[in-house]
Structures are given as structure tokens and as C-alpha cells.
């Protein structure tokens, strides 16, 4: 039996597959679809105090997919959806006894996430106790909510205070949910596990806007809001996860940030996350989504021989050095064509002729003579570019010199990796 289970500070999830806070839950009835869906737990709606806080401006969600395929098959848009409109008394009284009764029934935790005004730190710590008294098994402190954001970033001290003063206060967990832009990133990663931090939700999706040019207007709404930008989120949510996770090792990590596919979420759980949350995959793909996520990761570890997804947590994280240190381990610094290291080549049997090659690559090393692909290899910089853009892997990157191969598009480059380091040593 392949068990896809996890655990945030003692709870236990059902599957590592969540969904991240966003209009998927705010109710009862919104909470039981994701639990039929397959969701390991229900993660709600940022809910909120202030009546300054929760207005929505009407339109508030705006797809990009009529600008190109790209922003379609990625599922980007622009979102002006505030937190949760109804007053904090209805949502305690209603909502969210609503999706406890939900979660309890279907053996899943409900996680509660929120946020108060910076400037009242007390307010965090009580309305993470009512929720707690409501029935949230974990609490999610909405630290990235662009509506406070820069008073974080201004008083970085407010977060450690407000994590400390919630932990005092409740016996659930409680993790925060932060934005992909708070520098500097290890410090504040250090000072939040201090404070005691059960978890960290890594990332919200950063602000943007788009231009019509048609229309020669702002697309949607004349302002900057959220820019849930799909797929292409992946490396940088995953890239600050990893240097959160070599700063402090312990400090469990919920990833969120392009999660479309299965191989997406594998990314997170390889590199050390707890579990990961699935949000604009579900808008653009539906609430599917999470089963195809599921049964893909499971057919991979099948496959693997891994039973558990324990078994493969983190297996990734110290492979990844600094780019400090590979500059270090470099052989040919300063090299230059034509005396750089590596070069193209190329399997005219696999190759179709296509030149994608040709035209992305910048130094004219790929030319087409009576239906041949020729290789300039005095001009070539040793870029691997032509490699990863190959359509059918005909080309490969190959030493100048032995003729060994480097690159084949797939994993890690042979130079960079630590058995290579180690024979250099």
C-alpha cells in the first residue's frame, strides 16, 4: 500500500495534498467538495477583523488566457480577492463550526488561517483562540497578505512578537503563511523558528498587473493586485523553500506556488517539505486535480519501491549547493570560444531537423546545409541551451577533449555533480 500521509506539529494528515488558502474553502459546502476531492485537509479562506481589510471590489478575478497560450495552459490571472467579506462573528459562529463538522466527519484537519492589523499584535493572539475554541486543528497566520505586508517588511520584529504571543495563547499548532518577497529570507526563517513557529506556508503569490494594449487600459482593474501566476511560480517559491530548509533543516514547510502537476508537487516533497498546496492548479483544472496529483505520485513511488512518502522527503535538499560554490568548483572560469570546455553533439538518426536548436541559440553556432544540422564548435560558449530546448534529444553536451558526456538534458550536469567534485579533490 503506497501512503501518501504526513504530519504538521503532531496532526496527522490524511494525504500531503492540500489545498492553499483561497476561495476553495470559506464554508461547509465549499470545505465537503474539497474533502470529496481528495484533499488531506481543509484549508480555509484568509478570514479577517477589519472592515477595512475585507472589501472586494466587484469584478475581482481576471484569466489571462486570452493573451496567449502560455498564460492559458499555465492558468495565470490577476486576482483583487481580499480575504473572506462576512464580519469574524459570523464566520466563528457559521463558517467555520460549518467546515469542522465537515472535517470531523471525514477524519481531516481544518487549518484556520487569518490576519489582524500588525499594529495590534493582541488581536492575533485572540482570534487564534476562538478559532482553536471553534475546532481548527491548526492555525495559519496570513503574513503575506499584501495589506500588511509592508509593515512586516518595515518592523520585522512585529512577526516574532505575534508568533510568540499566538503559541503563548493556543495548544494547536501555528504556522505562517509569508510572502515570496520578505528579505532577508534565512534571518527572518531563523527568528520565526525561535519564536516558535509549528510551521511555515511558503509562498503567496506575489503582485502584478497587466496591460491591454488593444484597449490601451490596465486588463480587469486599474491597479496592482494579486498575480497568481500559475506554473511558472514553481522555481522561485521552491527556490526560497530551499534556502529556508538549509537554514534551518528542522522547520517544517507546507510549498505552495505552481502546483499543476504531479512532478510539481514531488519538487516540494524532495526538497524537504511536509506537504504542499494545490491553488491555482485546481481554478485553472478543476478539483480533479488533486486526485490526478495523487495517483501520479503514487505511481511514481510504486515504481521507485518507495512506500511511504517519508522515504523520499528532503532525498534531494543536500544535493543543492550555493551558486558561490559551484563558481568556485568551475574549471574554465574565463574561457572563451574557441577554447571553452564543452561542446554540442549531435545523433543524426534522432535528429528531425527541426533547428530549434538555431534559432535559441545566441552565437550562431547551428546551421542547416542539404538538410544536415553542422555544429560550429569554435563558436560555441558551452551554454547547454541548445540541449534543453531539443525536441526529439538528439544533442547532447560532450567534452571538447575526451568526448565524455556532460549533458543529455536530464538531472544534473556531470560537472556539478559531488562524485565529479570528489575526484577533482
Known amino acids: 500500500m503506497i501512503d501518501l500521509s504526513s504530519e504538521i506539529g503532531g496532526v496527522r494528515l490524511k494525504s500531503a495534498l492540500l489545498p492553499g488558502s483561497s476561495e476553495l474553502a470559506f464554508d461547509g459546502p465549499s470545505a465537503g467538495r474539497l474533502v470529496r476531492a481528495g484533499a488531506g485537509a481543509v484549508v480555509t479562506k484568509t478570514f479577517t477583523s477589519p472592515d477595512r481589510m475585507r472589501i472586494r471590489i466587484r469584478p475581482y478575478e481576471f484569466p489571462l488566457a486570452r493573451f496567449g497560450k502560455e498564460f492559458a495552459s499555465c492558468g495565470s490571472f490577476v486576482s ?13 459562529k457559521m463558517n467555520v463550526r460549518e467546515m469542522v463538522d465537515v472535517c470531523r466527519l471525514a477524519r481531516v484537519p481544518l487549518i484556520a488561517s487569518f490576519y489582524e ?33 509592508q509593515v512586516l517588511e518595515e518592523h520585522p520584529e512585529i512577526g516574532g512578537k505575534i508568533i510568540s504571543i499566538v503559541r503563548r495563547r493556543v495548544r494547536v499548532p501555528a504556522g505562517i503563511k509569508i510572502s515570496p518577497t520578505i528579505e532577508p529570507l ?9 519564536a516558535g513557529v509549528s510551521f511555515i506556508t511558503a509562498h503567496n503569490a506575489p503582485s502584478g ?9 490596465p486588463y480587469g482593474a486599474p491597479s496592482v493586485g494579486g498575480y497568481l501566476m500559475g506554473r511558472p511560480f514553481l522555481p522561485w517559491s521552491l527556490g526560497r523553500i530551499v534556502q529556508m530548509k538549509q537554514a534551518v533543516p528542522e522547520l517544517p514547510v507546507i510549498g505552495i506556488g505552481g502546483i499543476s502537476e504531479w512532478q510539481d508537487a514531488l519538487q516540494y516533497l524532495l526538497v524537504g517539505c511536509v506537504a504542499v498546496g494545490v491553488a491555482t492548479g485546481v481554478y485553472a483544472k478543476g478539483l480533479g486535480v488533486f ?8 505511481g511514481w513511488m510504486e515504481r521507485k519501491g518507495y512506500g511511504r512518502l517519508q522515504d523520499f522527503q528532503g532525498k534531494v535538499l543536500p544535493m543543492i549547493t550555493s551558486a558561490a560554490d559551484l563558481k568556485l568548483r ?9 577554447n571553452t570546455p564543452y561542446a554540442p553533439r549531435v545523433d543524426p538518426s534522432r535528429c528531425s531537423r527541426c533547428f530549434t536548436c538555431g534559432k535559441r541559440c545566441l552565437y550562431a553556432v547551428f546551421r542547416r546545409e542539404k538538410n544536415r544540422l553542422l555544429i560550429d564548435e569554435e563558436r560555441c560558449w558551452s551554454c547547454g541551451a541548445c540541449i534543453g530546448v531539443c525536441p526529439t534529444g538528439a544533442l547532447v553536451l560532450a567534452d571538447r577533449t575526451t568526448g565524455e558526456l556532460v ?5 544534473t550536469a556531470r560537472p556539478f555533480r559531488r562524485e565529479a567534485w570528489r575526484k577533482k579533490e
Open 209 to 217: 498587473i497587466f496591460i491591454d494594449v488593444e484597449r490601451e487600459e
Open 407 to 411: 549533458w543529455d538534458g536530464e538531472g
Open 80 to 92: 483583487f480577492s481580499a480575504p473572506h467579506v462576512a464580519e469574524m462573528e459570523k464566520v466563528l
Open 330 to 338: 568551475e574549471i574554465a572560469p574565463f574561457a572563451v570560444p574557441p
Open 186 to 194: 534565512e534571518k527572518r526563517a531563523r527568528e520565526w523558528h525561535q
Open 117 to 149: 492589523d500588525f499594529g495590534r499584535p493582541e488581536d492575533w493572539s485572540e482570534t487564534a483562540r476562538r478559532f482553536e475554541e471553534a475546532g481548527a486543528d491548526l492555525i495559519e497566520l496570513n503574513f503575506s497578505s499584501p495589506s500588511n505586508k
Open 291 to 298: 486526485r490526478k496529483i495523487e495517483k501520479g505520485i503514487a
